[in-house]
């Protein structure tokens, strides 16, 4: 699966080929004109600015790009997006629910509907799968980051995350949607740098696949990503070990 969640399918790896790259900076510079457009050009009053900004960064998004994106965004001119969620059922049972920011929503939905079809999945009516996932916010931090785990721990539970678990090379970082802003003051103010923060749908169960099956939901789950349209996918699909 790409990138570093669990649960999202987005492509923030640094080897990613010249085509995915382009459509990863293509997204990146969306949502930072989204969040300039809505809270301002200053990244220190307006916490969704600073987030997608080193999203940015860490994504080795170009300074002069980032730096338009936001002018883009406090200008009058800026294109005017309309942010939303569709739910569907991949193949083998699987739950995914698609983030998209788009201009044209009967275009968007058309399009995801027939991405769905086309790999053997369907999509479902709003809210149909809502009690599938809990909506969260998500921090990952690299290990390398993090030079003391018992005070990052603490600071972190201070703030009101509600778990840090750790995997191979990062700390995935969770929190209700209350204590976003708190987390990411609290990992900022330990100088932590955050590799990638979003709000992500959570699943409360997963869906245990291997071999053939994760194969066919990975193909609608890419399918998905690399619609112009969507910034991120999320999904109930665990692979087994």
Known sequence: MAGHSKWANIKHRKSINDAKRGKLFGKLVKEITMA????????????????????????NLPKDNIERAIKKGNSRDAATYTEVAYEGHATHGVAVVVECMTDNLNRTVADVRALFTKHGGSLRRS?????????????????????????????????????????????????????????????????????DAALQYVPNTSVILNGDAVAKVT?????LEDHDDVQRVFHNMTVSS
């Open 36 to 59: 300039a457009k809505q809270g301002g050009a200053t990244p220190e009053s307006n916490p969704r600015l600073r987030l997608a900004i080193q999203n940015a960064k860490n994504a």
């Open 127 to 195: 809210s149909a799968l809502s009690f599938l996932f809990h909506r969260k916010g998500v921090f990952t931090v690299k290990k390398e980051a993090v030079t003391d785990q018992e005070a990052l721990t603490l600071a972190m539970i201070e703030a009101g995350a509600e778990a840090i678990e750790p995997e191979v090379e990062y700390f995935y970082i969770t929190c209700p949607l209350e204590t976003f802003g708190q987390v990411q003051q609290g990992l900022e103010a330990m100088q932590i740098a955050i590799d």
């Open 219 to 223: 193909k609608l789950l890419d399918a």
